[in-house]
């Protein structure tokens, strides 16, 4: 009885040491101590040991690890930037359905930080966009947008315009307003040109002036109260849970999050 008892504690005891080993286990460990040591959290802030760490983890093959390594290959944070190995980490974490690498994969492309190349970046971005990824539907808007498939790019930028991205909802509002790739709706377009332009992006002011002209005080006032409305539930403080704040987020090609902010973008 006690052998069989000792054998028991024996096999709970190699069990647990077994995960405790296991990659997986300590790819995500290794890559929660790197943000911490980013943050300054339980430990004092070291960036080298933070790259360090998240190094380890994405080599363990862990698909946030590998993404965040891309980032900081492509903005050179203490590293040498080098947006040949941004893309190959960026390409590890999309292989495993991470959405956030897969737009920023798509970025790259499209940004020519590599040589230029439309269908890889429609490629990830499309990945990014079927996830439900925001900016991946947008960037994917764009790339539609420069190759005249208005149909797809009003489907992308309309997408992404209901997740809160200020860029999406100008693009989406012009669509609507010159009625391509959507039948036109003046004063569709002008609720959501406002809502862009209410969330920061000034750029949609030059339409809103030319179509309150064009729709007269009473539909533009009914125009209004329905942006009013869209913007309790298409904002980005409402619907990014945490995927929104970095410097560039509403650049027209928007910069890459940091590592701490890509855990709330997934």
């Known amino acids: ?9 024996f096999l709970a005891l190699f069990s647990a040491s077994a995960f405790s080993q296991t990659p997986g286990v300590n790819a995500q460990r290794l890559f ?6 980013l943050a300054g959290i339980g430990v004092s802030q070291n960036d080298l040991n933070a790259i360090d760490y998240i190094h380890r983890s994405a080599d363990l093959g862990y698909a ?29 974490g999309a292989r495993q359905d991470d959405r956030v690498g897969s737009w920023l994969l798509g970025r790259l492309y499209y940004t020519a930080a590599l040589p230029r190349d439309l269908d890889a ?14 900016f991946g539907a947008y960037l994917l808007g ?15 930028f309309r997408k992404a315009a209901m997740q809160g991205i200020p ?27 406002l809502v862009s332009y209410d969330a920061g992006n000034l750029k ?14 009473t539909q533009a006032d009914a125009a209004k109260a329905k942006a009013r409305e869209l913007e309790q539930t298409v904002t980005r403080a409402v619907v990014a849970r945490g995927c929104t704040g970095w410097p560039g987020e509403l650049d ?9 902010i890509q855990r709330f973008c997934r």
């Open 64 to 92: 946030p690890a590998q993404t965040a390594m891309g980032y900081f290959y492509e903005t050179g944070f203490r590293v040498s930037a080098d947006p040949n190995a941004a893309a190959e980490w960026y390409k590890k």
């Open 142 to 156: 764009l790339v539609k947008l420069e190759r005249n498939d208005y149909i797809t790019a009003a489907t992308m």
């Open 204 to 217: 949609a002011g030059n339409d809103l002036t030319a179509l309150e002209a064009a729709l007269g005080s």
């Open 121 to 134: 970046a429609e490629t990830a971005l499309k990945r990014s966009a079927d996830q439900g990824d925001p």
């Open 32 to 37: 929660e101590k790197g943000l911490d040591s």
């Open 1 to 9: 009885m006690r052998r069989a008892f000792s054998l028991l504690v």
């Open 252 to 260: 027209a090609v928007p910069t890459p999050p940091p590592p701490d």
């Open 167 to 193: 860029l999406a909802q100008q693009h989406w509002g012009e669509l609507l307003k010159d009625g391509k790739g959507v039948d036109a709706d003046k004063a569709q377009a002008y609720t959501w040109l």
